[in-house]
């Protein structure tokens, strides 16, 4: 059955916009996306003014004055800690019950056990909470035991020290560290949006988040960047870039890491991302290829279809970047969860200041009784 997506004529006046493309739905103080210029703008700063910033101060700018108590980069650091060790402790029972789940699943099985009742710093409990459980789930699946986490590292470098074990280089931190800062928030996508709908039933942060996860985790969203890694193994086996490319395109597949519905011009987080890896060209000419991949993409997309600009979006360098640092790319979706958390949590507690219930309306387009 075809329900239809263009917009028909309604007898009331109202409007229908498929995908809610261009329709405002919430106002906020938190980030803005200029899909015209490739700007990001977070709280006053673009994104490129964020550089070198640790993941703490931006949960600083992000939170602040949104959540009960104002903290800075230092008091940040601290809290996180402290609620990487609880999250830890709280977690290591419910590990046997993530058998047989893809990582994704099974972080949003650990977040689920948070309880919503528990408001006290509950957003600082879902940021320290998805890290400790994205490393310990990643591990899981290499049959390896949890890592404690050590409260006295930064959030970046801890997380990586959970997943490898041992702490880790500083240009891997670093790199790492860009990834968390670069996707912490990025206006009304859509599992902000789904966080935000949640949110405003005053169903409590933690359901609200994990609605917000059970969106990422789609293809068309936060699920892109593991694909994106097959179509470069998939492309280095099987020949040349650009008749591979041109092939996947002619069977009407979608190249992976390309495109976006804001951006018109290249997504900014691709080049912040782009940057970040570039110290770490150490892994068999990965990014080399990438970059090759890049060009001929962007040259057939542009060929193809010439009317929709299509340029790289922030996946693309995001596989990169969590492949150099050593996440296995089934774990792709929980690190973007790890950074997008910083966003979810604060857009919570704007939503909760602004106590209204997002309750649109659908259109009727079924028959009507006789
Ligand atoms: N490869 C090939 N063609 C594409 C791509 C792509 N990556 N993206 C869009 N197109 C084409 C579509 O086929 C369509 O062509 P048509 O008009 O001839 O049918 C046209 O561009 C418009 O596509 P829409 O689906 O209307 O664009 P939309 O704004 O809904 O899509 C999206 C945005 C979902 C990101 C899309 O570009 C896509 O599927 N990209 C690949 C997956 C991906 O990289 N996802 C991560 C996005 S970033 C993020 O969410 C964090």
Request: hydrophobic share 45%; aromatic share 6%.
């Amino acid at each position: 059955m075809n329900i239809p997506l263009k917009s028909i004529e309604s007898s009331t006046g109202d409007t229908f916009s498929p995908g809610l493309e261009g329709v405002v739905a919430a106002q906020t103080v938190l980030s803005h996306v200029d899909g015209a210029a490739g700007r990001l703008v977070l709280r006053g700063y673009q994104l490129e003014q964020l550089s070198g910033w640790s993941f703490e101060a931006v949960l600083s700018l992000l939170w602040r004055d949104l959540a009960p108590e104002n903290l800075d980069e230092a008091g940040i650091r601290k809290r996180l800690g402290a609620a990487r060790e609880v999250a830890f402790e709280r977690m290591v029972a419910a590990l046997p019950a993530l058998d047989g789940l893809s990582q994704v699943e099974a972080l949003r099985l650990l977040l689920s056990r948070l309880p919503d009742v528990e408001k006290e710093s509950h957003h600082v409990v879902a940021v320290a909470s998805t890290s400790v459980f994205a490393a310990a789930i990643a591990r899981r699946d290499r049959g390896l035991e949890p890592v404690r986490p050590d409260a006295s590292l930064g959030h970046a470098a801890d997380f990586l020290r959970m997943l490898h074990g041992a702490e880790q280089r500083a240009d891997k931190v670093r790199a790492l560290e860009t990834y968390l800062v670069t996707v912490a928030d990025h206006g009304l996508n859509a599992s902000t949006f789904a966080t935000r709908v949640i949110a405003s039933t005053q169903a409590g942060l933690f359901s609200s988040v994990i609605g917000g996860l059970c969106a990422l985790k789609g293809p068309l969203h936060g699920g892109a960047p593991g694909p994106v890694l097959d179509m470069l193994d998939a492309i280095g086996t099987e020949g040349d870039v650009r008749p591979w490319l041109a092939a996947a395109l002619d069977r009407g597949e979608r190249l992976m890491g390309f495109g976006h519905r804001i951006y018109r011009v290249r997504d900014p987080r691709a080049d912040a991302l782009k940057q970040a890896v570039a110290s770490l060209r150490d892994n068999g000419g990965r990014i080399d290829f990438a970059e090759k991949v890049e060009v001929e993409a962007l040259a057939l997309l542009a060929e193809r279809k010439p009317l929709r600009p299509l340029q790289t979006n922030v996946e693309f360098y995001t596989a990169l970047v969590l492949e150099a640092v050593g996440f296995p790319r089934e774990s792709f979706t929980n690190v973007f969860a790890s950074g997008r958390m910083a966003g979810w949590t604060a857009h919570v507690l704007e939503q909760d200041k602004v106590g209204r219930l997002i309750r649109p309306q659908s259109r009727y387009v079924g028959p009507m009784p006789a």
